[in-house]
């Protein structure tokens, strides 16, 4: 007969088997075996089901039978462990499956440290060493042909943190504990993910929110390689038009609430390109705009926001005035004008002020060709610039300028006023006038 052997360091200690609660490990968030039932769980279940299970504590056997008590007349297999009775019956961990089984005993076995598996027909102990042997059946057998998925154990992640780590994934969400799958979802995923210090439950299922927890581990993440992998993939849609990946819905705007702010990492990767929600890339072009894409990065929403709040200038969105969104986009011709339109200026002893910045873009409101954002001492350009005449960008650079000299915004007496001053000032210097 085969049988799945799994071995760690160190002899059990029986009267823990025994013991209900049993545990040395209570309250240590970085273990699995926290609760003192797991192999009670065990030998239910094998004595239930029929499975012949066998423990070996260094190089002696535990004894392990069962016998039958009747209590209102109803039969109970009670668990008796070196001849003497447990607390233990055989109805325990009713809904547990094979998989859980191994969980259980492999879980143990990192914990404990020296963990090893594998499938054997010869039966023994060994000095300094806990050994566990369940009989191979059917069930035991899959588990054992999908190791992989239930067991991350020793696979190397893409990225890793004392506290979790990612291992890249086509399929769905994954959620382990020190390489121990804890939760699975149907989401599609880019990762498996292995907290390790997540909250389980007694029966070692996941009791976290899926949600919060990633969003967390986002703002963690401090390497480029990782964050490359995240900005490619991330925007993928499947046949519906629907985001492809878990990832891509998740809601970092709590974290971003209480202080956190995403690696500069993240900076460092994007570079000179700017970034833009997919939501409002894909309003922009159904406006039929022509914009140049090639150095903007397009991601959902939640990253995009968060990633606009922790780096200043990143977004390729900003808001001209409260209504007025911008969209800034390259613009070699545009730049080339605009040089031109400065020297213009400057033949004529008129000078834009030296603090401002020039940005080029698209509005929201079609018809605006140009505003000055005073608090980021930048001029925001439409395109529609490069069809207007060097007379009219030149007056339109003007205009700008004074706003930001004077402080006064448009459709005010004083901003009028003074336009009438600098025409009358004009009028009486080439006259030669003083007054």
């Not at 016998?67 to 008796?80: A, G, P």
């Not at 993939?233 to 971003?256: F, R």
């Not at 969104?325 to 730049?335: G, S, V």
């Not at 901003?415 to 003083?434: C, G, N």
Request: proline content about 1%; overall charge negative; hydrophobic content about 40%.
């Amino acid at each position: 007969m085969n049988y799945l052997k799994i071995k760690n360091n160190g002899e059990l200690d029986i009267r823990l088997v025994a013991l209900m609660g049993g545990t040395t490990k209570a309250g240590d968030i970085y273990k699995i075996g926290q609760f003192g039932t797991g192999l009670k769980y065990v030998l239910a279940y094998c004595f239930r089901n029929g499975i012949d299970f066998k423990i070996f504590s260094g190089s002696k056997e535990v004894k392990i039978h069962t016998e039958i008590e009747v209590i209102k007349e109803q039969e109970f297999k009670i668990i008796c462990i070196e001849g003497n009775r447990t607390s233990i019956t055989t109805r325990m961990g009713a809904d547990w499956q094979p998989w859980m089984i191994v969980r259980e005993l492999y879980s143990n076995a990192l914990d404990e440290g020296g963990a090893e598996y594998g499938v054997t027909s010869e039966i023994g102990g060994s000095p300094g060493e806990t050994c566990f042997y369940i009989e191979m059946n059917l069930d035991f057998m899959k588990v054992y042909n999908d190791w992989n998925k239930y067991f991350i154990v020793g696979r190397l992640p893409m990225y890793e943190t004392t506290d979790f780590a990612l291992h890249p994934t086509s399929g769905n969400l994954k959620i382990y504990k020190h390489g121990i799958l804890i939760h699975e979802t149907k989401h599609r995923s880019m990762f498996s993910y292995d907290i390790k210090n997540a909250s389980i439950n007694e029966l070692r299922e996941y009791k976290g929110t899926v949600s919060t927890d990633l969003s967390r581990l986002f703002f963690e993440i401090d390497d480029k390689k990782v964050i490359e992998y995240i900005l490619e993939n991330i925007v993928q849609v499947d046949e519906h038009s629907e985001a492809m990946y878990y990832e891509a819905t998740l809601e970092l705007e709590w974290w971003q609430g209480v202080g956190y702010r995403m690696k500069n990492a993240w900076k460092e990767v994007l570079g000179e390109a700017k970034i833009i929600s997919k939501k409002t890339k894909e309003a922009i072009l159904a406006k039929n705009v022509n914009l140049d894409l090639d150095h903007t990065v397009s991601l959902p929403e939640h990253l995009y926001k968060c990633l606009s709040a922790s780096f200043d200038g990143i977004s390729a969105i900003r808001m001209a005035d409260k209504v007025n969104e911008f969209y800034e986009i390259h613009d070699e011709e545009l730049a080339l004008k605009l040089k031109s339109a400065l020297a213009t200026l400057e033949s004529a002893n008129y000078f834009i002020h030296p603090e401002l910045k020039f940005l080029f873009g698209e509005f929201g409101q079609k018809d605006t060709l140009a505003k000055i954002s005073l608090d980021k001492k930048e001029i925001l350009i439409s395109q529609k610039m490069k069809d207007k005449s060097m007379f009219d960008f030149c007056a339109t650079l003007i205009e700008e300028n004074e706003h930001f000299q004077t402080g006064n915004s448009d459709c005010t007496r004083e901003f009028q006023q003074h336009f009438i001053d600098m025409y009358t000032k004009a009028l009486l210097a080439k006259a030669e006038i003083v007054l």
